[in-house]
């Protein structure tokens, strides 16, 4: 296989997921589908990191979403 369609395939899956990661976050619906509301909020975390409060930003955010993703796991897991 060609490496450009290897390297194509790639980045749409990333992107698949990562809009998957808005809808599991709930913003698709919390926004209505807003693109712009959406791409808004996207620019203000893009500039929350890009200051002084990066490093802090940016433990809160993993420490938060590795929990989510352990309670979404957890819950699957348990019998019904």
């Known amino acids: 296989m060609r490496e450009w369609v290897v390297k194509r395939r790639e980045r749409t899956r990333q992107l698949i997921e990562l809009g998957g990661l808005v809808v599991k976050a709930g913003l698709v619906d919390l926004t209505d589908d807003d693109r712009a509301t959406l791409y808004g909020a996207f ?23 590795k929990r989510a993703f352990e309670a979404e796991q957890e819950a699957r897991e348990k019998p019904r």
Do not use: F, I, P, S
Not at 43 to 65: C, F, I, M, P, Y
């Open 43 to 65: 620019l203000t975390v893009a500039d929350k990191l890009r200051g002084e409060e990066r490093t802090n930003a940016l433990a809160l955010w993993q420490r938060k979403g």
